[in-house]
T-cell receptor, first 113, second 112 residues
Framework: KNQVEQSPQSLIILEGKNCTLQ??????????LRWYKQDTGRGPVSLTI???SENTKSNGRYTATLDADTKQSSLHITASQLSDSASYIC????????????WGAGTKLIIKP | NAGVTQTPKFRILKIGQSMTLQCTQD?????MYWYRQDPGMGLKLIYY???????DKGEVPNGYNVSRSTTEDFPLRLELAAPSQTSVYFC???????????FGEGSWLTVV
């Protein structure tokens, strides 16, 4: 069964610190993996999208990595800011049907001053 | 280019009432989706459409219906509303090349 699991479920860090969020998936055959940021009460906003051949992709202070062999991805946030407080969601697509999106439950990140 | 537009933003329904959540996109996207998100939980797919005239069930379709008569519009119909349908509903669309997913602002629905 195609699944996406994220860890940790929640994380609290101090402003200015770095953190890494994990995403493991069992989706096969793999097409692409997206990371989304969702602020409370808002729709998800795209951070990165990576295909099979991409190992890393950055978007400002956000850097996503992908290991297609181990079916793992991580999202690293550098020099965290209060505005980074949000849920971060990993979404994987299968080559069988690119429009079928398998969503992780998300990691709730809280940045404290 | 307004992106994905959802209406209404907030609605309170009584048990047994019916309503339609409207979703429109102006990006000529083929794929459209309806999700619900319960408090503290991830998104769950209700229905999706790969083009005008084509719809299919997602993970949690019971109690809902959809139609896709045009590329732009993908309304979600709630029949006989139940308290379990209290949730935030998000409409989304994606182009055929499957890159960025565009989301509406969400519709907060409470069934009492």
């Amino acid at each position: 069964k195609n699944q996406v699991e994220q860890s940790p479920q929640s994380l609290i860090i101090l402003e200015g610190k770095n953190c890494t969020l994990q995403c493991n998936y069992t989706v096969s055959p793999f097409s692409n993996l997206r990371w989304y940021k969702q602020d409370t009460g808002r729709g998800p906003v795209s951070l990165t999208i990576m295909t099979f051949s991409e190992n890393t992709k950055s978007n400002g202070r956000y850097t996503a990595t992908l290991d297609a062999d181990t079916k793992q991805s991580s999202l690293h946030i550098t020099a965290s800011q209060l505005s980074d407080s949000a849920s971060y969601i990993c979404v994987v697509s299968s080559l069988d049907s690119n429009y079928q999106l398998i969503w992780g439950a998300g990691t709730k990140l809280i940045i404290k001053p | 280019n307004a992106g994905v537009t959802q209406t209404p933003k907030f609605r309170i329904l009584k048990i047994g009432q019916s309503m339609t959540l409207q979703c429109t996109q102006d990006m000529n996207h083929n794929y459209m989706y309806w999700y619900r998100q319960d408090p503290g939980m991830g998104l769950k797919l209700i229905y999706y459409s790969v083009g005008a005239g084509i719809t299919d069930k997602g993970e949690v379709p019971n109690g809902y219906n959809v139609s896709r008569s045009t590329t732009e519009d993908f309304p979600l119909r709630l029949e006989l509303a139940a308290p379990s349908q209290t949730s935030v509903y998000f409409c989304a669309s994606i182009s055929g090349t499957g890159n960025t997913i565009y989301f509406g602002e969400g519709s907060w629905l409470t069934v009492v």
